[in-house]
């Protein structure tokens, strides 16, 4: 689990990896949440709201890290086009069905989201993404 996600705009991999050590909040358009698995999180988003499985994504190696995978620190992933496209493209309705779900997998693991929070992550995360295309930037996650 992790303590600090902070999703994230940047124009390119590279200038993404530069949060590596102090976070995005500096330099970066982001949102800060916390104490949920973003890396299995955005994997089960995007089955939730793009099909596929997790197997698939697995296979495939998303997220795509790019810093900081070697160590036990911080990591920078990339979200997914697909999930990018599946996010700027719901409804509010699909991204409160999916936070529903999101939330009832979690609990089957023993992890507690509230309900609201995870639609608030999901619906926060969607304004984020729909920003981050406007400009033709990608969006990433910073976990510590």
Do not use: H
């Amino acid at each position: 689990m992790s303590i600090i996600v902070e999703f994230f705009v940047a124009p390119d991999d590279a200038s993404a990896a530069l949060a590596l050590q102090t976070g995005p909040r500096r330099v970066f358009e982001s949102l800060s949440f916390g104490n949920f698995d973003a890396e299995d999180a955005v994997v089960e988003w995007e089955c939730l709201l793009a099909g596929g499985s997790f197997e698939e994504l697995f296979e495939a190696d998303e997220p795509r890290f790019v810093a900081g995978q070697d160590d036990d620190g911080c990591v920078v992933f990339a979200i997914s086009p697909r999930l990018s496209a599946a996010l700027a493209d719901a409804e509010r309705s699909e991204l409160k069905d999916a936070a529903v779900s999101w939330a009832a997998q979690r609990a089957e693991d023993g992890e507690v989201i509230d309900t609201e929070i995870a639609e608030a992550i999901l619906s926060d995360l969607a304004a984020l993404v729909g920003s981050a295309r406007r400009q033709g930037q990608g969006v990433y996650c910073w976990v510590a």
